[in-house]
């Protein structure tokens, strides 16, 4: 799995390619905590590359969103295949995100 994180104007977007397991999300996710501990953090996590998604992968998300939540940020997901939507429609955490289908109009929405 890679990830690539950018800062895009006053929003951190991280690309993701690959399969999102816990063996390998160690490093993204102490990148990724870092980043939202940081001032108001608006994330988006581009998951367009992203074939599958296991519970650490879940368990990312939702501390990401509390992070940037608790300083006034949030978390925005683009590019979910239909077997990542459905693990989170499943799981019930779908409710928790605002999901985009491209990064344009994600990007866009931290403006309102």
Do not use: W, Y
Not at 40 to 45: C, G, H, I, K, S
Not at 80 to 107: H, K, P, R, Y
């Amino acid at each position: 799995m890679r990830c690539d994180i950018v800062q895009q104007g006053a929003v951190i977007v991280a690309r993701i390619d690959g399969i999102m397991t816990l063996e390998n999300l160690d490093t993204a996710h102490q990148h990724l905590l870092a980043r939202a501990q940081k001032r108001q953090p608006r994330m988006l996590l581009d998951l367009t590359g992203v074939p599958l998604i296991d519970s650490s992968a879940l368990e990312l998300m939702v501390e990401l969103q509390a992070a940037c939540n608790r300083r006034g940020g949030g978390v925005k997901l683009v590019g979910l295949n239909v077997l990542c939507e459905e693990i989170l429609q499943i799981t019930g955490l779908l409710s928790q995100f605002e999901v985009f289908d491209n990064q344009i109009t994600a990007m866009g929405s931290f403006a309102t």
